[in-house]
């Protein structure tokens, strides 16, 4: 079965301090990619998505990803990290021939930043 | 624009009473989905609707969990009789046209807690 492993589950930084959370997926075929934010008290955001092409995908508020192909990856990455990107981050990942847009999510991050 | 729209936001019932959550997707979106978002866990699908067609409910506990969806907009989730291991967030999501390159839109969760 298809399934999304973020290997952090409780990631603590400061400000300013560069952040990369791992998320690896195992799916032989083609696939969409996404990561949502879950700030405290709030729905489920898209934060950035990657369907196809330049394999580095920038989103909102400073984030990007980076899709590897070749090690099943997408890793989210942003240089310098605010408190206010306190929030759960979601990976989640669609099969690319599906028409259905259904999501299998990984088990989320916690990030907490310290001012 | 307006969201997704969940209700109630919280409910505590006790195991084999039932319960049903609400929900009302972003006006013009034809896909809703109906997703079980267990503590320390990604969300997982239910239930997805095209219109008022089922499209997958593969992982819906069929022996206690309904959906409905009758005139294409709101939607209904029940679960009866209720056990512990439903204690969860049931998120409800909704996109244009469920096709894998649209946005899904997350409400912000109905919680329930079985006791």
């Known amino acids: 079965a298809q399934s999304v492993s973020q290997h952090n589950h409780h990631v603590i930084l400061s400000e300013a301090a560069s952040l990369e959370l791992g998320c690896n997926y195992s799916y032989g075929g083609t696939v969409n990619l996404f990561w949502y934010v879950q700030y405290p008290g709030q729905h489920l955001q898209l934060l950035l998505k990657y369907f196809s092409g330049d394999p580095l995908v920038k989103g909102i508020k400073g984030f990007e990803a980076e899709f590897i192909k070749s090690k099943f990856s997408f890793n989210l990455r942003k240089p310098s990290v605010q408190w206010s990107d306190t929030a759960e981050y979601f990976c989640a990942v669609s099969h690319g021939s599906s028409n259905t847009g259904k999501l299998i999510f990984g088990q989320g991050t916690t990030l907490q930043v310290k001012p | 624009e307006a969201g997704v729209a969940q209700s109630p936001r919280y409910k505590i019932i006790e195991k084999r009473q039932s319960v049903a959550f609400w929900c009302n997707p972003i006006?013009?979106?034809?896909?809703l989905y109906w997703y079980q978002q267990i503590l320390g866990q990604g969300p997982k699908l239910l239930i997805q609707?095209?219109?008022?067609?089922?499209?997958?409910d593969s992982q819906l506990p069929k022996d206690r969990f309904s959906a409905e969806r009758l005139k294409g907009v709101d939607s209904t989730l029940k679960i009866q009789p209720a056990k512990l291991e439903d204690s969860a967030v049931y998120l409800c999501a909704s996109s244009l046209d469920g096709h894998r390159t649209a946005t899904i839109y997350f409400g912000e969760g109905s919680w329930l807690t079985v006791v």
């Open positions: 609707f095209q219109n008022n067609g089922v499209v997958d």
């Open positions: 006006s013009g979106h034809a896909t």
